[in-house]
């Protein structure tokens, strides 16, 4: 058998440049989305400043969603139909998660939700620190949307 050498480009050095310049976006963008440092310890990962905006984010994400979605459903007991209920429900929660995303994305990574934590910490992209604390200010954002949602609704009815 011959062997045989594909040309593709009529410039090599053009080629490699190329490549080379689509790696470095690629390790650019790696950079972004994953801010993480797992190999951090545990006691100089609970010191950083990055660490604590991440879980009050995460907090803060977790309410924001909770409430305005739960706050899209609580229509259904005031006497609107069934179609507007669901009509608004999806249109809040697909708007309400693009924006969180989009603004919660470079701080946390904006999981917003404990399955997507469990998830990154399955696959090893967050420490387990991180995973516990993500997931208690998760839930704990979640209540306090729904008991401030609860008291909202409750009041005016």
Same mark, same amino acid.
């Given at each position: 058998?011959?062997?045989?050498?594909?040309?593709?480009?009529?410039? @090599?050095?053009?080629? #490699? @440049?190329?490549?080379? @310049?689509?790696?470095?976006?690629?390790?650019?963008?790696?950079?972004?989305?994953?801010?993480?440092?797992?190999?951090?310890?545990?006691?100089?990962?609970?010191?950083?400043? !990055?660490?604590? /905006?991440? *879980? *009050?984010?995460?907090?803060?994400?977790?309410?924001?969603?909770?409430?305005?979605?739960?706050?899209?459903?609580?229509?259904?007991?005031?006497?609107?139909?069934?179609?507007?209920?669901?009509?608004? =429900?999806?249109?809040?929660?697909?708007? !309400?998660?693009?924006?969180? !995303?989009?603004?919660?994305?470079?701080?946390?990574?904006?999981?917003?939700?404990?399955?997507? =934590?469990?998830?990154?910490?399955?696959? /090893?992209? *967050?420490?387990?620190?991180?995973?516990?604390? #993500?997931?208690?200010? @998760?839930?704990?954002?979640?209540?306090?949307?729904?008991?401030?949602?609860?008291?909202?609704?409750?009041?005016?009815?």
């Amino acid at each position: 058998m011959a062997s045989e050498t594909i040309h593709i480009g009529g410039d @090599q050095n053009m080629d #490699y @440049q190329m490549v080379a @310049q689509i790696v470095e976006g690629l390790r650019k963008e790696q950079k972004t989305l994953a801010p993480f440092n797992a190999r951090l310890n545990m006691h100089t990962e609970v010191r950083t400043l !990055t660490f604590w /905006r991440a *879980i *009050i984010s995460e907090c803060l994400a977790s309410f924001i969603y909770v409430f305005i979605v739960c706050g899209a459903a609580a229509g259904a007991g005031i006497g609107a139909s069934v179609s507007s209920v669901l009509l608004s =429900t999806s249109l809040a929660s697909g708007l !309400t998660i693009a924006v969180l !995303t989009h603004c919660f994305l470079h701080i946390s990574g904006a999981h917003i939700n404990p399955a997507v =934590t469990l998830a990154c910490f399955v696959t /090893r992209l *967050i420490s387990p620190l991180r995973t516990a604390m #993500y997931i208690a200010a @998760q839930l704990g954002g979640g209540i306090a949307g729904a008991a401030l949602l609860y008291g909202y609704v409750f009041e005016k009815l």
